[in-house]
């Protein structure tokens, strides 16, 4: 989890050095087409793959969802300070958490609720509405923790049921394809310098995916997630050395109050699945 947070702070710092040279939609397009490449060894088992009508449903909502939220993400990290971007997202989880209710009947007792309602009061803390302008970069990314949210609770739902290469391989065509005609509707010729930033992108954001995957391989969810609110350490690092970006004290502690919450949520998770499984009667026979 420790190389997954350095993988994706790179990944946006990669995006922001791009400084809207390249944009966002054929950015995105372009990550993830260079992506494909990396994902070869998952094309043999898409061969045989028999999906049902529900599973392509399923794919093309998924794809959908993260394709608008990669354009949206590509577009915040030229606009904003790293920071505010790798806050933000945090957001993600606590939206699939609200989600789960609606998609999955899942309950929402009162202690989630007020975990919830503790993560949007650190957004608040981040954004500080009627205190300073907010920028367009804000709200896209108020919109791609919501658009990711989507996109992680369908993978949930499919995990279930393919191979987690198939799932990764999915996503990776699908949005390809959808980011198409974005990126071609604003298509700019790329230089030399920002083709091999965008290769780096897809890199360092292929390498997060597969360390993170390793990770929830190796341990429980309640200490990986953790380690995740180091990327924001990082991003205040990179943003004050690289960009010049001061260290804000509000979005250090709106992220903090955000990943609490996310914190919380996850053990009490993990608090019911263990009475669940202490509570199930033995096999028989």
């Not at 400084?19 to 490449?37: C, I, Q, T």
């Not at 094309?43 to 028999?50: A, K, P, S």
């Not at 200490?223 to 260290?247: C, D, K, N, R, S």
Request: a positive charge; aromatic letters at 10%.
């Amino acid at each position: 989890m420790v190389v997954t947070g350095l993988c994706f702070v790179a990944v946006t710092a990669l995006v922001k050095m791009l400084g809207g040279r390249v944009p966002a939609a054929e950015s995105a397009f372009l990550r993830y087409l260079l992506g494909l490449v990396l994902l070869l060894p998952a094309w043999r088992d898409l061969r045989g793959l028999q999906m049902t009508p529900r599973l392509w449903g399923l794919t093309a909502v998924r794809g959908a969802a993260q394709t608008v939220g990669v354009i949206c993400w590509f577009f915040a990290m030229t606009r904003i300070p790293l920071a505010e971007v790798t806050a933000m997202n945090y957001l993600a989880p606590v939206y699939i958490t609200i989600l789960a209710v609606f998609v999955l009947g899942e309950r929402l007792a009162i202690r989630r609720m007020m975990a919830i309602a503790a993560a949007f009061a650190g957004a608040l803390l981040i954004l500080r509405p009627g205190f300073r302008e907010l920028d367009p970069g804000h709200f896209a990314m108020l919109a791609t923790a919501a658009l990711f949210s989507v996109s992680y609770l369908v993978a949930k739902i499919v995990s279930a049921e393919l191979p987690a290469a198939v799932v990764v391989a999915l996503l990776s065509v699908s949005v390809t394809l959808g980011l198409l005609p974005f990126a071609l509707a604003v298509w700019v010729t790329p230089s030399l310098t920002d083709f091999g930033i965008l290769v780096g992108v897809a890199c360092f954001a292929t390498g997060g995916h597969y360390a993170m995957t390793l990770a929830f391989a190796a341990a429980p969810v309640t200490v990986t997630q953790p380690v995740t609110f180091l990327q924001l350490i990082w991003a205040v690092l990179l943003g004050a050395v690289f960009f010049g970006e001061p260290a804000d004290v509000w979005v250090m502690a709106g992220g903090a109050v955000i990943m609490g919450s996310v914190l919380f949520i996850t053990w009490r998770e993990a608090v019911l699945k263990r009475r669940i499984a202490t509570a199930a009667p033995p096999p028989q026979g």
